[in-house]
């Protein structure tokens, strides 16, 4: 990957999200030297990439961390898109992290996922911070293709915790 396409991305990310649920800038570029850690994109004719899906991918599940489309063209189906085409060619569970469902935003994002198949839990989930001096952020966890029971939640999460944010979970056992 050029470096214009990972300023896109990382532009598309800055517009997408809050700094709350994002890198620093080399933070999220030092991700591309993890084997874990993958980019899909769409790209015009000209090669100006339009939407992007940011994954960590483990033997026991995928974890879409990022999923966003420019802002200029958002509700045209390139999210939609991107999205079924990953599950398509993924054989083991999918988990993305979301908001609460507590405002009409957040209930449309949801939605969004139900729509592909995706399943809201019910578990307690608190994001540890991607910057230095941010709080765990509490989110919710989707699943597809089924929703997962604890036991299942308890896993995925220690992964989480462990790989992609680099921290232990809470009541885990030390290694």
């Not at 300023?7 to 649920?21: L, T």
């Not at 026991?60 to 966003?68: D, G, K, Q, T, W």
């Not at 911070?129 to 952020?137: E, H, N, V």
């Amino acid at each position: 990957m050029g470096p214009t396409t990972f300023d896109e991305i990382f532009g598309i990310m800055k517009s997408s999200f809050p700094v709350s649920e994002i890198r620093t800038y080399s933070g999220q570029r030092s991700l591309l030297h993890n084997p874990n850690y993958r980019l899909f994109t769409e790209q015009d004719t000209k090669g100006r990439t339009l939407a992007f899906l940011a994954a960590w991918e483990f033997p026991a599940l995928r974890f879409v961390e990022h999923i966003a489309v420019d802002p200029g063209i958002r509700g045209g189906g390139l999210g939609k898109k991107l999205m079924l085409n990953y599950i398509g060619r993924s054989d083991v569970p999918i988990l993305l992290e979301v908001e609460p469902p507590s405002g009409e935003l957040e209930r449309r994002r949801i939605g969004f996922y139900e729509r592909l198949g995706f399943h809201l839990n019910a578990y307690e989930y608190n994001q540890p911070p991607l910057r230095t001096g941010q709080a765990d952020l509490p989110l919710r966890i989707m699943t597809y293709p089924r929703p997962i029971n604890q036991e299942e939640f308890h896993q995925y999460r220690e992964i989480l915790y462990t790989e992609v944010y680099k921290v232990t979970a809470p009541g885990s056992r030390p290694y």
